[in-house]
């Protein structure tokens, strides 16, 4: 009997060792379960909406092989996630699971797996951050090695998610320059959906690293099961979803490898960048309000400070600065009401000027000519005129003509024993931010205007080349295939130091438009420039598609000259101010050629602006009618989170005779609220029939209202545009 009951408790722990746990990683809202067994590959059992813990025992095996981050080489029919050449020169791993740990964070819970090769000293721990009071679950890797001699990371990404087959469809952006984030709607078929960047500098102005996926047929905006997902990196990424002859789609996405293989020393750990998951049964715009909230609190720097509304100098002047007409915009943005003037490229250049875009980056030196009385003059102007100033830079940048490159030309990416290959102006280089000598010189740019000036409120950084040539003379030869991670890497270091040490300025994120909007810049600046086109018309779709993954709060939306300078098309002011004022609303023209009556308009709509500016920047938006669905018109809102206000958008796109427009539903409010509707930016002869009536949030959430589709200005000549701005407040 002894025998047997010491033979018994040394099969315990073995016995429960194999057992498998059920792991459970969840938010308020939703809930990831993983199934793991010792030794034994670890897979997903379950995606979706918030589940009872009594049901979490008794889900259901998946079919299917959903394993949670399968390697190559070994038991994986599937494509895998993971890939590496060990240094006897085998391809093959197999990542098993060896526990697991579970630590407590101010706002949220990091589950931690822990998966070991079987033969090579490997591991990879897959971490899961999910936080408490918003609904996204960030999930990284962390790759380590212990063999000697260094081997090869052939690919590394940051997370698989099986998606059950069925009816699904996929939402995700792409554009170029001047018509970036326009909205793509696909749904899955048999092969393989590839996004994917090779650009550690511009990774959004084609395709970006955000998607999401509609469960139950062709997406719609308000209800209905969606998953969102946006891969938090600013360098070369590969987003894919494999449809096969099996149950689910596989969705990956990490660092793109393509040629960007990554050599790991022994004991060294390759962080992969997070993945940022979401789940909503409120449609695609619910996946967009989980992203927005995560978004304010947690990713995009001081996303609980309000924006100020600005001046660019941009549009008004472009390189031809001058001190006399700097002082003029200033005094004409605080006139209108306005907060702050940027001061835009042009305002430097020592041996080299900055009279055309082919001289003097890197030269970050005041040019006389333009600015006798220097940056100095410029704060001193500002604090005349009551508002704050800012600056333009390109840190990471060089031109050919310029007293960097004569000094470092070193320090230019290039390729090897070949001709320079240069961008704008015939001859943009790029800075080899894997150097941190460089890093230390990007970081001096904005440590020495901040440091000298430190009334400096706000810095556009602006980015306006790729790299071209491959090369890297800091780099050593085995590792010239890292320049792409070094590279985005040496960026988030600067950035990192700028932070630390000026915590409170205002940045903008700018790359040739909005060739930067991506989660992996934003924990650093404060908004991003999201497009170098400021037509209003245009300015609908690509804000429209910005809105699904970016918060109004960081889009930088700026009311510009008619005829615009990038379509040559003529648009009403009011309808420019309406679209302007769906983001963070700002301006990029010369006041100085406006009429008095233009500036009388604009000054009302930045007063009424500010009004609902909390509510714009910090409200949950709900898109209404998508300019994408060909009815003509383009629609959506934003509500408080007391669901006691809201502001209220509509556009019509174009004006045909005879034409019929669509009812608009209103979505998020109370429907046992009652709510006043109030016109901004009115310019009409008469009031719409909606002003100064008060309506339930069920009557406008389920009749709807009809919107004129014409205006009768009173100052104004009539046009074919229309396009309409309400306030709801609540009684």
Request: charged share 25%.
């Amino acid at each position: 009997m002894k025998k047997r009951l010491i033979l018994w408790l040394l099969l315990v722990p073995v016995c429960t060792v194999m057992m498998a746990e059920r792991l459970t990683v969840q938010t308020p809202k939703m809930s990831l379960v993983i199934e793991a067994v010792q030794d034994k590959l670890p897979r997903y059992m379950y995606f979706g909406p918030r589940l009872d813990e009594r049901d979490v025992p008794n889900l259901l095996s998946n079919y299917g092989r959903t394993y949670v981050y399968p390697a190559f080489g070994s038991d994986v029919v599937r494509s895998s996630v993971f890939a590496m050449r060990h240094a006897d020169g085998s391809l093959a791993t197999q990542l098993l699971y060896n526990g697991h740990d579970v630590t407590e964070e101010a706002h949220a819970t990091v589950t931690t797996l822990h998966l070991r090769d079987r033969v090579y000293p490997v591991t990879v721990d897959v971490r899961y951050r999910a936080y408490k009071d918003v609904d996204m679950i960030e999930t990284w890797t962390e790759i380590t090695s212990m063999e000697k001699p260094a081997v090869t990371l052939t690919q590394f990404a940051s997370a698989r998610l099986p998606i059950r087959y069925g009816r699904v469809w996929a939402s995700h952006l792409h554009g170029a320059w001047g018509n970036e984030c326009r909205l793509i709607e696909e749904p899955l078929n048999p092969g393989n959906l590839v996004i994917s960047n090779t650009s550690p500098i511009r990774n959004a102005q084609n395709e970006h690293a955000e998607i999401m996926f509609s469960l139950e047929g062709k997406p719609q905006e308000n209800t209905g099961h969606v998953i969102g997902a946006a891969l938090c990196y600013n360098g070369n990424y590969r987003l894919t979803v494999e449809t096969l002859n099996a149950n689910h789609h596989y969705f990956t996405a990490g660092i793109n490898a393509d040629q960007s293989e990554y050599r790991l020393r022994k004991g060294e750990t390759f962080v992969t960048p997070p993945l940022a998951l979401t789940y909503s049964v409120e449609g695609k715009s619910g996946v967009s309000r989980n992203f927005h909230r995560w978004g304010r609190k947690y990713r995009l720097m001081h996303g609980d400070r309000e924006r100020d509304v600005l001046l660019n100098s941009w549009e008004g002047v472009y390189l031809d600065i001058k001190q006399a007409e700097m002082n003029q915009m200033m005094a004409d943005i605080a006139d209108m009401g306005g907060e702050l003037f940027v001061m835009d490229d042009g305002w430097f250049g020592n041996k080299y000027k900055r009279d055309k875009d082919d001289a003097a980056l890197g030269d970050w030196v005041v040019d006389t000519r333009k600015l006798p009385d220097g940056i100095e003059g410029l704060v001193r102007d500002a604090k005349k005129n009551g508002v704050k100033f800012g600056i333009w830079i390109e840190p990471e940048m060089a031109n050919k003509a310029s007293e960097l490159y004569d000094k470092h030309p070193d320090w230019i990416i290039n390729a090897p024993n070949r001709k320079l290959v240069m961008g704008r102006g015939g001859s943009q280089l790029v800075l080899d931010l894997s150097n941190p000598k460089v890093q230390d010189y990007v970081f001096g740019i904005v440590d020495n205007l901040l440091t000298r000036y430190p009334e400096i409120a706000y810095i556009k950084w602006d980015a306006n080349m790729s790299i071209q040539s491959h090369g890297s003379r800091y780099l050593p030869a085995d590792e010239q295939s890292h320049l792409y991670i070094a590279y985005e890497q040496g960026l988030r270091k600067v950035c990192e130091r700028i932070r630390a040490k000026f915590p409170d300025v205002v940045m903008q994120d700018c790359a040739s438009g909005g060739a930067r909007v991506n989660w992996g810049m934003l924990p650093y600046f404060d908004e991003f420039w999201t497009s170098d086109n400021t037509d209003a018309l245009q300015r609908v779709y690509m804000q429209w598609g910005v809105s699904h993954f970016f918060p109004a709060i960081a889009m930088a939306s700026h009311i510009s000259a008619s005829p615009n300078h990038q379509t040559q098309r003529s648009i009403p002011l009011k309808y420019r101010i309406d679209v302007a004022m769906s983001g963070r609303l700002g301006m990029e023209l010369q006041p100085s050629q406006m009429t008095v009556a233009e500036r009388a308009q604009c000054r009302k709509a930045i007063a009424e602006y500010k009004e609902v500016r909390p509510v714009v920047q910090m409200g949950d938006v709900y898109r209404l009618i998508s300019p994408y669905d060909g009815l003509n018109v383009a629609s959506l809102m934003y509500v408080s989170e007391a669901k006691d206000k809201a502001v209220f958008y509509w556009w019509k796109l174009e004006t045909y005779v005879d034409e019929r427009l669509p009812r608009v539903r209103m979505a998020g409010l109370d429907p046992h609220r009652m709510y006043k509707i109030r016109e901004l930016n009115r310019a009409d002869v008469g009031a719409l029939p909606m002003e100064g009536k008060v309506f339930s949030g069920a009557y406008l959430m389920e009749r709807g209202i009809d919107v004129p589709g014409s205006h009768k200005f009173k100052d104004f000549p009539n046009t074919d545009w229309a396009s309409r701005v309400l306030y709801l407040e609540a009684q």
